[in-house]
């Protein structure tokens, strides 16, 4: 009877110990604060780079190039599995893929076309058979990382075996001359500080890394604790903010009764808080994943003028310029830094033979927009991106050139006021961009733009006619005179 007493306790004990388990399992973890698990997996492997960070410091910094290119391609296949299982064969297969060209093909421009339509036509094929009409964390997400990596990899390739007198400044930065190994691509891919979320940095940055090359110290380990651990301050505040408002501001909100019910300045009011907060979720990914490639050195970026070692070459947010400049220019020049200047250094210069500024802008946002995704969302925001841009830049030479209006613009006493205007209107038709953005269908972001009228539609497509005449207006002929000449 003892015997058959302890069993019943133990199989108790048993049923205990695994409802525990339960209650501490990452579902019901991520349930209880509110987010799905995949989402709480992207964070925890985010966070992740910092320990693994201090052991690189600690044991590799300066070790033969073999055992960095190792251990960063063990812990980036680690986090792909820890994050989307088996899938991770999606990313193994285009890095061996793309060794294969580089070797194969050489430094062509047969291998940079053929790149980009290997590349590029995996992605979308992955986001088409794996698209649904919410946004969910899968093999895709860091896949996109990936394909500019190795875009840009197969494009400096290409440079390295041009003379370096035909290439710009820029370009003889990047430009590889040597032969990658497939060790080599394989640690610049799956480097475990910017395989998930980013940031973009080129092959060549990334051998100096394991070269030793990045540190403020030659010959020691860079001091980039502190600045590491600002950005990673910085970014649990963003996490704590985002964490306890998103069960307040969701974009579910925009598709209920109650929104569309709401006044309309409620429902533009809302637009403004929700956008402006719906970047955070980003902003957090990106302060997190700079600490870390700071800690390691990657984020080195040589000295200021007064001697200080900069830590930003791996930034992909101004932090203080994304939350006061009141223009949308500067928000696009604050937010996803590194990805803004991947396609502005591979795409948009490489089509000056286009001979026309604005068409290759446009192509660029459109290349963006595909490159996020086949949902018609993606189209809207980039679209409403580059129209807005284009009325800004005209609005701002208006006033610049127009001595009534730049006189009151210059109202020292106005300035709280424009600068209010601006931030509102500023943050109101960013939410309005985003929502096509974040509700991807074209049922979703159509009824949230019935309900405001096609606002911002109405707003910068009626500045775009009108705005050419005001300036015949405004401007005096002197001024067009100068502005031609």
Not at 311 to 328: G, H, I, Q, S, Y
Not at 464 to 484: A, D
Request: with cysteine.
């Amino acid at each position: 009877m003892a015997s058959a007493a302890e069993g019943d306790m133990e199989a108790e004990l048993t049923r205990g110990l695994q409802w525990g388990f339960q209650d501490l399992s990452l579902n019901k973890l991520a349930t209880s604060l509110g987010a799905s698990e995949q989402a709480l997996r992207l964070i925890i492997s985010i966070f992740l780079g910092y320990p693994l960070a201090l052991f690189y410091r600690r044991y590799l910094f300066y070790k033969d190039s073999y055992l960095i290119h190792l251990f960063h391609t063990f812990t980036g296949l680690s986090i792909a599995y820890y994050n989307f299982g088996t899938q991770l064969y999606h990313s193994l297969l285009c890095i061996v893929l793309q060794f294969l060209i580089l070797r194969l093909m050489g430094r062509t421009i047969t291998a940079v076309l053929t790149t980009f339509s290997v590349q590029m036509g995996y992605l979308l094929a992955g986001y088409y058979n794996t698209a649904t009409s919410t946004y969910d964390i899968k093999w895709t997400m860091p896949h996109c990382v990936l394909t500019l990596k190795l875009i840009g990899l197969a494009i400096d390739y290409y440079d390295g075996g041009k003379d370096q007198k035909s290439l710009t400044s820029e370009q003889q930065i990047y430009a590889i001359r040597g032969v990658p190994s497939l060790l080599e691509v394989a640690g610049f891919s799956y480097f475990y500080g910017a395989f998930l979320v980013g940031p973009q940095f080129s092959m060549n940055h990334y051998m100096k890394l394991v070269r030793g090359e990045l540190t403020d110290v030659p010959g020691k380990i860079p001091n980039s604790t502190i600045p590491a651990l600002r950005r990673l301050a910085l970014g649990l505040v963003y996490l704590v903010g985002y964490t306890l408002l998103s069960p307040h501001i969701t974009e579910d909100y925009l598709l209920s009764d109650d929104y569309e019910n709401g006044s309309f300045w409620f429902r533009c009011m809302y637009m403004l808080l929700w956008g402006k907060f719906v970047l955070y979720k980003y902003v957090t990914c990106w302060l997190v994943t700079e600490g870390v490639c700071i800690l390691t050195g990657l984020g080195f970026n040589d000295f200021d003028e007064y001697g200080a070692a900069k830590w930003d070459a791996c930034a992909n947010m101004k932090v203080w310029l994304f939350e006061t400049n009141p223009r949308f220019t500067g928000t696009i020049a604050s937010f996803n830094i590194n990805t803004n200047a991947w396609v502005s250094r591979y795409f948009f210069k490489r089509l000056k033979f286009l001979g026309n500024k604005v068409l290759s802008q446009g192509l660029s946002l459109l290349f963006l927009a595909l490159w996020h995704g086949l949902h018609s969302g993606y189209l809207v925001c980039f679209q409403m991106e580059f129209l807005i841009v284009i009325v800004e830049r005209q609005a701002a030479s208006l006033i610049r050139d127009s001595p009534v209006l730049s006189r009151l613009a210059s109202i020292t006493v106005l300035q709280p006021v424009y600068y209010l205007v601006q931030q509102t209107i500023h943050w109101l038709f960013m939410g309005y961009s985003m929502t096509a953005f974040c509700l991807f269908t074209w049922d979703k972001w159509m009824k949230v733009y019935k309900s405001i009228y096609f606002l911002g539609h109405v707003f910068f497509l009626s500045l775009l006619f009108i705005l050419p005449y005001v300036r015949k207006v405004m401007v005096p002929r002197k001024e067009k005179l100068k502005k031609m000449e």
